[in-house]
């Protein structure tokens, strides 16, 4: 059993908008209750990150992350495992679990999304993604889109796994708010929750991201929506790297996303003054010059 403090059920009855008498007169409350209870006594060490178990009310599956942030299930913490009973073992958490389809559970059965839930996995993102409260936009980049992503960085997807950079990475496909397509225009600018922009552009229908294309849109969860795209989207200020002098020379430095310096026989390099072209859609709409 996964038991919800009091001040757990306190946030989640604000939230829902709802008192606790109308939580407890509900014609949901025992599919909410049995979501908390697995079928089998699991202890806090049978927990793996990643793993996925069926609750007595299994109209969705529970996500657990273990990590150095700690044992989760959806977005609650376990703040006091394994209090054995006679018949079981109670983790107390510091959340109500919902069994709300999150974007977690589009990006899960797609089929096309493996490296994608793996990342977030990895990068402990899931009690983040499958927060039933939080209101999301997810860009999410197809196995494909990442394998080209993989090959042109030279890495392999356990490298990427393994990389520092993977949370800022996946964090700069999300949106902490939900923008249906219908909501986006062309020139639009967005922040995604790493901080950076996201430029929008819409040209004969299609809708890009960056660098990426929307292949399916609107695919909603009750935390949010999903717009599947063709690319992993690049940081638009990624590309910019060191500016450094050096007896009175100034060198623009281009790196790729995991920060690797490219076109080292290129180095733009002048006494006097630096070039910026800005693009947009492959074009570009303007130069800047620093003296």
Same mark, same amino acid.
């Given at each position: 059993?996964?038991? /919800?403090?009091?001040?757990?059920?306190?946030?989640?009855?604000?939230?829902?908008?709802?008192?606790?008498?109308?939580?407890?007169?509900?014609?949901?409350?025992?599919?909410?209750?049995?979501? =908390?209870?697995? &079928?089998?006594?699991?202890?806090?060490? *049978?927990?793996?990150? #990643?793993?996925?178990?069926?609750?007595?009310? *299994?109209?969705?599956?529970?996500?657990?992350?273990? &990590?150095?942030? #700690?044992?989760?299930?959806?977005?609650?913490?376990?703040?006091?495992?394994?209090?054995?009973? %006679?018949?079981?073992?109670?983790?107390?958490?510091? #959340?109500?679990?919902?069994?709300?389809?999150? $974007?977690?559970?589009?990006?899960? @059965?797609? #089929?096309? =999304?493996?490296?994608?839930?793996?990342?977030?996995?990895?990068?402990?993102?899931?009690?983040?993604?499958?927060? /039933?409260?939080?209101?999301?936009?997810?860009?999410?980049?197809? *196995?494909?889109? +990442?394998?080209?992503?993989?090959?042109?960085?030279?890495?392999?997807?356990?490298?990427?796994?393994?990389?520092? &950079?993977?949370?800022?990475?996946?964090?700069?496909?999300? $949106? %902490? @708010?939900?923008?249906?397509?219908?909501?986006?225009?062309?020139?639009?600018?967005?922040?995604?929750?790493? !901080?950076?922009?996201?430029?929008?552009?819409?040209?004969? &229908?299609?809708?890009?991201?960056?660098?990426?294309?929307?292949?399916?849109?609107?695919?909603?969860?009750?935390?949010?929506?999903?717009?599947?795209?063709?690319?992993?989207?690049?940081?638009?200020?990624? =590309?910019?790297?060191?500016?450094?002098?050096?007896?009175?020379?100034?060198?623009?430095?281009?790196?790729?996303?995991? !920060?690797?310096?490219?076109?080292?026989?290129?180095? +733009? =390099?002048?006494?006097?003054?630096?070039? +910026?072209?800005?693009?947009?859609?492959?074009?570009?709409?303007?130069?800047?010059?620093?003296?």
């Amino acid at each position: 059993v996964f038991a /919800p403090t009091d001040d757990a059920f306190g946030v989640a009855l604000s939230e829902l908008g709802l008192t606790a008498e109308e939580l407890l007169a509900s014609d949901g409350l025992a599919d909410i209750l049995t979501y =908390h209870v697995i &079928g089998s006594s699991v202890l806090s060490t *049978d927990l793996t990150n #990643g793993m996925t178990a069926t609750p007595l009310n *299994d109209a969705n599956t529970i996500k657990v992350s273990v &990590g150095d942030a #700690g044992v989760f299930v959806n977005q609650a913490q376990v703040v006091i495992p394994d209090n054995v009973t %006679g018949n079981g073992v109670v983790h107390v958490t510091d #959340g109500v679990i919902l069994s709300s389809e999150t $974007v977690v559970d589009i990006a899960l @059965s797609t #089929g096309v =999304h493996n490296t994608l839930v793996a990342a977030v996995i990895e990068a402990e993102l899931l009690p983040a993604l499958t927060n /039933p409260f939080a209101e999301l936009t997810v860009f999410a980049p197809t *196995d494909d889109a +990442f394998g080209v992503a993989l090959s042109e960085l030279g890495l392999t997807a356990e490298e990427l796994l393994a990389s520092d &950079g993977l949370g800022d990475i996946l964090t700069h496909h999300v $949106v %902490g @708010s939900i923008a249906m397509s219908s909501d986006l225009s062309d020139g639009m600018i967005i922040e995604s929750l790493l !901080g950076d922009d996201l430029l929008i552009g819409i040209s004969n &229908g299609v809708v890009s991201i960056n660098n990426a294309e929307v292949i399916s849109a609107d695919v909603t969860a009750n935390n949010g929506v999903v717009h599947v795209v063709d690319a992993v989207i690049e940081n638009s200020t990624s =590309h910019i790297g060191n500016i450094e002098i050096d007896q009175e020379s100034y060198y623009l430095y281009s790196v790729d996303l995991s !920060g690797k310096i490219i076109d080292t026989e290129n180095q +733009f =390099h002048q006494t006097n003054q630096m070039i +910026f072209d800005v693009y947009s859609s492959g074009k570009v709409i303007k130069r800047v010059t620093i003296q």
